[in-house]
């Protein structure tokens, strides 16, 4: 199983990006799937989780209001629209699947394959 998360960059404050993360080498319709980030200094933290089916989502207390994650699975893909962005969101995200596990977990170590990772950085 490979993941290409793409669509980080630089953006000011209060402005938004789109991450995406394509799953090749499975079909991930039976697979939760994860955004996680590591900000500089910190620990790596659960940001956001959806179901296989994608009738389910779950989100970090910091993002919440703020971050959709969503999925296309014809497709095999997997989004986080980030909007608001403050600096504290500077981070590496990593996009994250769990194979054959329906239901949303927040536990990094549940998940079984990992995103080589895509940077954002917002300026204030």
């Known amino acids: 199983v490979q993941l290409q998360a793409s669509g980080g960059g630089l953006v000011q404050a209060g402005g938004s990006l789109r991450l995406s993360c394509a799953a090749s080498g499975r079909t991930f319709s039976t697979d939760a799937m994860g955004w996680f980030r590591r900000g500089p200094g910190k620990e790596r933290e659960f940001v956001a989780g959806?179901?296989?089916?994608?009738?389910?989502?779950h989100y970090a207390d910091s993002v919440k209001g703020r971050f959709t994650i969503s999925r296309d699975n014809a497709k095999n893909t997997v989004y986080l629209q980030m909007n608001s962005l403050k600096p504290e969101d500077t981070a590496v995200y990593y996009c994250?699947?769990?194979?054959?596990?329906?239901?949303?977990?927040?536990?990094?170590?549940?998940?079984?394959?990992w995103g080589q990772g895509t940077q954002v950085t917002v300026s204030s």
């Open positions: 959806i179901s296989a089916s994608g009738g389910s989502t």
């Open positions: 994250a699947l769990n194979r054959w596990r329906a239901s949303i977990t927040t536990q990094a170590s549940n998940y079984d394959d």
